[in-house]
């Protein structure tokens, strides 16, 4: 199968592509140049690369997609065109129609993650979402050429999500369903955590300065001293942070006397 | 509190707004009208409904915004406007800002599921969760006024991601933790599924048929009928399904003899 590609080349095999690595996207009849530009952004945020454009409205390339993908021209350069759905989804082994709502087809409806989940377990498979136009979303006759449906959870109060952010979904619930959803850096601390010992010596000297400084009412000095003791806790402090909290008690007592 | 209504008109009480239930979004001096009516409608999409804003660029309202939240105008018409992040955050609880790197801040850092995990599980607090300027995205000031931070999954070969895609994420996560994530139709069946005794019957139907028609090499014959009849079983066909079939085959008999 051949198909021209999206920036006009000569016509390219797009069984080329790897199997069994992220799904491929398909818009359908897409309108906007904002959201195809969006869309690539969305793909490349979660490392999506395959994006296939069945009958972009108003002609190919659009004005402003390059400037709406913020710099994932990548997957615009690579991006290809087809005239039919057929046609797009020829190579494809198991394809998902997204839909907003009931088609009174007899398929499989998953959520974003089962469906996700689905495709992932498809390894060696080229797998396809078909994401339908603006407005109107894919023809019954589209959908039915899918094997199953996905659709998203959205508020039954609002439930139009924009053609981008629904890839983007798409794309975020595969990145988790396929194990790569790492985050870009961890809250592991700077400092290892203080030891008991270096904690019991800040818990001594802030009560010396708060006898020194008569906060204490005498008959209440143990139990406001235990809640303090309780709160410096609470904030699981580092040995880097006991040396500040070290420090800013020797400055204030400095001051105070 | 007071804060001054993002459409102009008289101050009023945020703390009017019911507690413990979605959060509030907090955009820092966003720039782009698109990315603040996306906003609004990513919100909308997964039933979130107080967006604050604090000191958008250029001024607000911004001309382009509504059209770009698509109908989502019940959030815009209640976004509040702030001249700091301390005031937008005065009446909340529990803050998580967003960032894409680290910032050397000893903050819990989560992913979308656990920080919204983290968010339902504060029942009746109110919280927020602060997104920062489309380039630069909130100051390491501003970072140090959160509670934990929040960061996306993102591809490290393509991690920007755009302001309102954001918004989704945490929308949609929110959705899921809080167990409102039902989809908008299942795809339960539309006619029960098919007895055995119907789909035994078309078995010996089809096999008729193709009998008749000569269709099966004698050596191989039960073999074929065998293997067909696991296709039709991994159907699943419905009641309606194998009367649709078994008309099929009635149609297919009558022109071939």
């Known amino acids: 199968m051949t198909s021209r590609d999206a920036q006009g080349d000569a016509p390219r095999k797009v069984t080329e592509l790897p199997l069994g690595i992220a799904p491929t996207v398909i818009l359908v009849e897409p309108q906007l140049a904002e959201n195809?530009?969006?869309t690539a952004r969305a793909m490349a945020n979660f490392?999506?690369?395959?994006l296939r454009?069945?009958?972009?409205?108003?002609?190919?390339?659009?004005?402003?997609?390059?400037?709406?993908?913020?710099g994932a021209t990548h997957v615009?350069?690579?991006?290809?065109?087809?005239?039919?759905?057929?046609?797009?989804?020829?190579?494809?082994?198991?394809?998902l129609a997204t839909t907003a709502r009931e088609r009174?087809?007899?398929?499989?409806?998953?959520?974003?993650?089962?469906?996700?989940?689905?495709?992932?377990?498809r390894e060696g498979q080229r797998t396809a979402v078909m994401f339908g136009r603006e407005r109107v979303g894919l023809t019954n006759d589209e959908v039915s050429l899918a094997d199953a449906i996905v659709t998203f959870p959205v508020s039954p109060d609002f439930p139009s999500l924009n053609l981008a952010q629904a890839?983007?979904?798409?794309?975020?619930?595969?990145?988790?369903?396929?194990?790569?959803?790492?985050?870009?850096?961890?809250?592991?601390?700077?400092?290892?955590?203080?030891?008991?010992e270096a904690l019991v010596a800040l818990f001594g000297n802030l009560e010396a300065a708060l006898d020194?400084?008569?906060?204490?009412?005498?008959?209440?000095?143990?139990?406001?001293a235990r809640n303090m003791r309780d709160?410096?806790?609470?904030?699981s402090l580092t040995e880097q942070d006991v040396r500040t909290f070290r420090g800013a008690l020797r400055a204030l007592t400095r001051k105070g006397t």
């Open 76 to 95: 615009l350069d690579r991006a290809t065109l087809f005239g039919s759905v057929a046609e797009a989804i020829a190579d494809c082994h198991y394809v």
């Open 231 to 235: 709160m410096l806790h609470r904030m």
């Open 167 to 196: 890839v983007l979904l798409v794309g975020y619930a595969w990145r988790q369903a396929s194990g790569r959803a790492h985050l870009p850096f961890s809250g592991e601390l700077l400092s290892p955590p203080a030891t008991r």
């Open 104 to 121: 009174g087809q007899m398929k499989r409806v998953f959520s974003p993650d089962d469906a996700m989940a689905e495709l992932v377990a």
């Open 212 to 224: 020194t400084a008569g906060f204490y009412p005498p008959e209440k000095r143990d139990i406001i």
């Open 53 to 70: 454009l069945v009958n972009p409205k108003n002609g190919w390339p659009k004005k402003g997609v390059r400037e709406a993908a913020s």
């Open 36 to 38: 195809i530009g969006m």
């Open 47 to 50: 490392g999506l690369s395959d």
